[in-house]
């Protein structure tokens, strides 16, 4: 299980900063702009569609949803963008 979850966190990192770089790349889109903000907002609202109040389910929509939303932004980045930002990420 821990085995896991490091997994998990590796890869969510990883693409946590290839959207980090093509956020800030100069002809990133303005709806990666949006995308992302939406996403931080998700994060650091009060407003889940589980609430955290439960104990382990309430946080289960966080570790599923946020890491989802990440990968269909970058999934949907320009050719371009996508490339400078995965060999930003690698070097």
């Known amino acids: 299980m821990l085995k896991r979850l490091t997994l998990l966190w590796t890869l969510v990192r990883g693409d946590a900063r290839q959207l980090w770089f093509a956020?800030?790349?100069?002809?990133?889109?303005?709806?990666l702009k949006w995308?992302?903000?939406?996403?931080?907002?998700?994060?650091?609202?009060p407003i889940d569609l589980i609430p955290d109040v439960?104990?382990?389910?309430?946080?289960?929509?966080?570790?599923?949803?946020?890491?989802?939303?990440?990968?269909?932004?970058?999934n949907r980045l320009p050719p371009h963008i996508a490339q400078a930002a995965t060999r930003r990420r690698a070097g």
Do not use: K
């Not at 992302?36 to 609202?45: E, H, N």
């Not at 104990?55 to 990968?71: E, K, S, T």
């Open 35 to 45: 995308g992302c903000a939406l996403i931080a907002l998700y994060l650091f609202s």
């Open 54 to 74: 439960l104990p382990v389910i309430g946080m289960v929509d966080d570790l599923v949803l946020v890491p989802l939303a990440i990968r269909w932004l970058l």
């Open 23 to 31: 956020l800030r790349h100069p002809d990133a889109p303005g709806w």
